[in-house]
Structures are given as structure tokens and as C-alpha cells.
């Protein structure tokens, strides 16, 4: 919401196809806040009409809010977060290499990875089609940069364990 006003549902749209990779939350979890945000004095809101009936809020931050997520922005992140992965959970529980679950678990995981590795690639070359687009949203290509990375990983190490 630092870039321009937007909506919820913009916000909501944003958690699917951008924020989504790092960080999610669910439209259930996108209004409260923003009431919360708003009462709060971290945002406001315009009323805004689409088409010819429908009515948008579009919320931007105000100047405490701006200074608030400054702040947050520059504070240390010290601790490492656990991510959740149930197929690796699975895998706790594979006792032996010649179990006859393991090649479809690894099979199955390969193509839904190599899928999303091939969105994250794509994502990268609608977002950031040239280097003005990168120096715009720098923190944005990082962390789609990562995502890549911790894709392709992620299908190479399945690769590995396919071939044996």
C-alpha cells in the first residue's frame, strides 16, 4: 500500500500473485485489518465509484502509517521462520528407499514444482521486463528472485532423487 491507493480486493489479488510466495493471507484476514489499520489512524480510505453503481474504497497510507512502516521496514528480523511443507513431513516418515510410496510422492512433487518454478520464471518476465521495471520494485525482484531460486532447487533436488 506504499506504492499507490489500492483496494482490498487489489491487496487480496496482490497476496495471491505476489506477497502469496513469502507471506499469506486469506480476503477473511484483508478487511479486519484494513478497519483496524483505519481506526488506527494508518490508513485512510476514498470512496471511489467503478463502472456506474459500484463503489471501491481505495485505502493509502497516511503519514503515521508511512512512518510506522518505515520502522517496521528497518527493524531487525532476527529469527528464522518455519515454513510448512507437508510432502517433507511425508517424507519424515518414508522408512526405507524401497518403499512403494515413495517414487509416486517424488513423481507428483517434481511436476507441481517444475509448474511453479515455470510461473515464478514467467511472473519474472511480465513484472520486470527490463531494468527500469527491476530499479522500480527492487525488493519485489528479490524476493521473486529467491522464490526462483528456492524452486529450482527444489526441482533439482527432486531430479537427484528421481534418477536414483
Same mark, same amino acid.
Given at each position: 500500500m506504499n506504492q499507490r491507493p489500492q483496494t482490498g480486493y487489489d491487496l487480496a489479488k496482490a497476496f495471491e500473485n505476489e506477497i502469496g510466495e513469502f507471506w499469506q493471507a486469506q480476503h477473511s484476514q484483508i478487511y479486519p485489518m484494513l478497519k483496524r489499520l483505519e481506526t488506527a489512524g494508518e490508513i485512510t480510505h476514498e470512496d471511489t465509484i467503478a463502472g456506474e453503481k459500484l463503489a471501491k474504497k481505495q485505502y493509502s497510507l497516511t503519514p503515521s502509517g508511512h512512518e510506522k512502516l518505515v520502522?517496521?521496514?528497518?527493524?531487525?528480523? /532476527?529469527?528464522? =521462520? !518455519?515454513?510448512?511443507?507437508?510432502?517433507?513431513?511425508?517424507?519424515?516418515?518414508?522408512?526405507?528407499?524401497?518403499?512403494p510410496r515413495l517414487q509416486p510422492m517424488l513423481q507428483e512433487q517434481a511436476v507441481l514444482h517444475r509448474t511453479q518454478l515455470?510461473?515464478?520464471?514467467?511472473?519474472?518476465?511480465?513484472?520486470? /521486463?527490463?531494468? =527500469? !521495471?527491476?530499479?522500480?520494485?527492487?525488493?519485489?525482484?528479490l524476493i521473486l528472485d529467491h522464490a526462483i531460486g528456492r524452486e529450482q532447487y527444489y526441482v533439482d533436488w527432486l531430479n537427484q532423487l528421481l534418477e536414483h
Open positions: 520502522a517496521w521496514v528497518s527493524e531487525p528480523s /532476527p529469527e528464522l =521462520a !518455519a515454513t510448512k511443507d507437508e510432502f517433507i513431513l511425508k517424507l519424515y516418515f518414508i522408512k526405507s528407499a524401497d518403499d515455470a510461473h515464478l520464471k514467467q511472473r519474472r518476465q511480465t513484472v520486470f /521486463p527490463d531494468q =527500469a !521495471a527491476i530499479d522500480q520494485a527492487y525488493g519485489h525482484y
